[in-house]
């Protein structure tokens, strides 16, 4: 189904909408704004939504809700297919009017949160508007408010709607090429912190125990747990500490990502960091978080997927490659379920969570065409 010069110049001033919202996972009212807009417009389109609260992330904060559209004319106990979005974006309010301003350059439009992923949530959600009468099965689509977080609070939602499913099509970002994902390494999230005894760093150095000089050989001992050759890398991303350079540190903390290939290396490396102990006997060493992604490789199922996609994409005239990568998705419950699962079906574009987002316009008939031929296609 081939996208009309029409329907182009109506996506690309709805999308100017949506990123003009600026939806950081941090400010659930954005987050909601945006969500309220898209409910309305599934209205208009004859959609029924279903709205779940957000409830609070692993710290305590509150999240936006999440929202699951679907046909009411529909409703079966068939197994269909999942669409899978998020609108929650890592950029905070008024990097727009600031750092990444809407703008064109080429075939290059940038805005904050444009590739990841609010033009793949736009392209999701009018391919369910246009087909949720016409596909060979029901259609779902799942928006969630916490990805960029790891989705501690839609996980189960996730796991629930991709039950479901016969497979799931996420729409985060396609890559430069025309690639789709068909493998994601699993992802853990961990916080460190330290808590030592403070003194005054001239006349009482030797009665302190130094938080930071604990978090340091910590720090250490995470980054040695890295070994790129079994797919394992650890970063210590986040760093805190201390009250003033002439006081012995008291507290210090750090936060850390683990990216693993597998369910079992995750196994392992999550054993591995909650085994951690204090090198000094004197600090209090605390070690939280797990494994908040699971990894998935290609399987039969995704194969399967694949094989379709560059069917269709053939048939346009385009080519179309998979690759697995070490970057976390949705994608990862529903593939870690045995669902197929397919990713990275969004519009193509590059540099998300930097300031130099972008989509290539030229992409987004491609992804409507890709996209609608995998919904309509049995």
Same mark, same amino acid.
């Given at each position: 189904?081939?996208?009309?010069?029409?329907?182009?110049?109506?996506?690309?001033?709805?999308?100017?909408?949506?990123?003009?919202?600026?939806?950081?996972?941090?400010?659930?009212?954005?987050?909601?704004?945006?969500?309220?807009?898209?409910?309305?417009?599934?209205?208009?389109?004859?959609?029924?939504?279903?709205?779940?609260?957000?409830?609070?992330?692993?710290?305590?904060?509150?999240?936006?809700?999440?929202?699951?559209?679907?046909?009411?004319?529909?409703?079966?106990?068939?197994?269909?297919?999942?669409?899978?979005?998020?609108?929650?974006?890592?950029?905070?309010?008024?990097?727009?009017?600031?750092?990444?301003?809407?703008?064109?350059?080429?075939?290059?439009?940038?805005?904050?949160?444009?590739? @990841?992923?609010?033009?793949?949530?736009?392209?999701?959600?009018?391919?369910?508007?246009?087909?949720?009468?016409?596909?060979?099965?029901?259609?779902?689509?799942?928006?969630?408010? @916490?990805?960029?977080?790891?989705?501690?609070?839609?996980?189960?939602?996730?796991?629930?709607?991709?039950?479901?499913?016969?497979?799931?099509?996420?729409?985060?970002?396609?890559?430069?090429?025309?690639?789709?994902?068909?493998?994601?390494?699993?992802?853990?999230?961990?916080?460190?912190?330290?808590?030592?005894?403070?003194?005054?760093?001239?006349?009482?150095?030797?009665?302190?125990?130094?938080?930071?000089?604990?978090?340091?050989?910590?720090?250490?001992?995470?980054? @040695?747990?890295?070994?790129?050759?079994?797919?394992?890398?650890?970063?210590?991303?986040?760093?805190?500490?201390?009250?003033?350079?002439?006081?012995?540190?008291?507290?210090?903390?750090?936060?850390?990502?683990?990216?693993?290939?597998?369910?079992?290396?995750?196994?392992?490396?999550?054993?591995?960091?909650?085994?951690?102990?204090?090198?000094?006997?004197?600090?209090?060493?605390?070690?939280?978080?797990?494994?908040?992604?699971?990894?998935?490789?290609?399987?039969?199922?995704?194969?399967?997927?694949?094989?379709?996609?560059?069917?269709?994409?053939?048939? @346009?005239?385009?080519?179309?490659?998979?690759?697995?990568?070490?970057?976390?998705?949705?994608?990862?419950?529903?593939?870690?379920?045995?669902?197929?699962?397919?990713?990275?079906?969004?519009?193509?574009?590059?540099?998300?969570?930097?300031?130099?987002?972008?989509?290539?316009?030229?992409?987004?008939?491609?992804?409507?065409?890709?996209?609608?031929?995998?919904?309509?296609?049995?």
């Amino acid at each position: 189904m081939q996208m009309s010069p029409e329907a182009l110049s109506s996506f690309l001033t709805e999308l100017k909408e949506w990123v003009s919202i600026e939806t950081p996972t941090t400010s659930p009212e954005k987050v909601n704004e945006l969500g309220r807009l898209i409910m309305a417009r599934a209205k208009d389109a004859g959609l029924a939504a279903e709205v779940h609260s957000g409830n609070k992330d692993t710290r305590g904060a509150p999240l936006g809700d999440h929202i699951v559209l679907y046909d009411p004319e529909r409703m079966s106990n068939e197994k269909g297919i999942l669409l899978l979005s998020h609108i929650d974006t890592v950029h905070p309010i008024g990097t727009l009017a600031h750092t990444l301003p809407w703008k064109k350059e080429g075939d290059r439009l940038y805005g904050p949160g444009i590739a @990841d992923m609010k033009a793949g949530v736009l392209l999701a959600f009018r391919v369910l508007a246009a087909l949720s009468k016409k596909s060979h099965l029901p259609i779902r689509m799942l928006i969630v408010s @916490d990805e960029e977080i790891g989705s501690p609070s839609s996980r189960r939602l996730i796991e629930e709607e991709a039950a479901k499913a016969q497979y799931v099509l996420v729409t985060e970002p396609g890559r430069p090429g025309n690639g789709v994902v068909s493998g994601r390494k699993g992802v853990g999230r961990y916080f460190i912190t330290c808590h030592g005894r403070p003194a005054h760093s001239g006349r009482a150095h030797a009665e302190g125990r130094s938080a930071i000089r604990e978090l340091a050989h910590q720090i250490l001992a995470l980054e @040695d747990m890295t070994d790129e050759s079994r797919g394992i890398t650890v970063n210590v991303g986040l760093i805190d500490g201390g009250t003033g350079a002439n006081v012995v540190a008291e507290h210090a903390s750090a936060v850390v990502d683990l990216r693993v290939p597998d369910e079992a290396t995750g196994t392992e490396m999550n054993e591995r960091i909650l085994a951690l102990k204090a090198v000094n006997p004197d600090v209090e060493l605390t070690v939280e978080g797990a494994i908040n992604r699971p990894g998935y490789v290609k399987d039969k199922g995704i194969t399967a997927l694949v094989k379709k996609a560059e069917t269709i994409s053939h048939a @346009d005239g385009q080519v179309l490659f998979d690759l697995s990568t070490g970057g976390g998705s949705d994608g990862n419950f529903s593939a870690a379920m045995g669902v197929p699962t397919l990713d990275a079906l969004g519009i193509v574009g590059d540099g998300a969570h930097t300031l130099q987002e972008y989509i290539e316009i030229s992409s987004i008939p491609v992804r409507w065409n890709l996209l609608t031929e995998l919904v309509l296609q049995k």
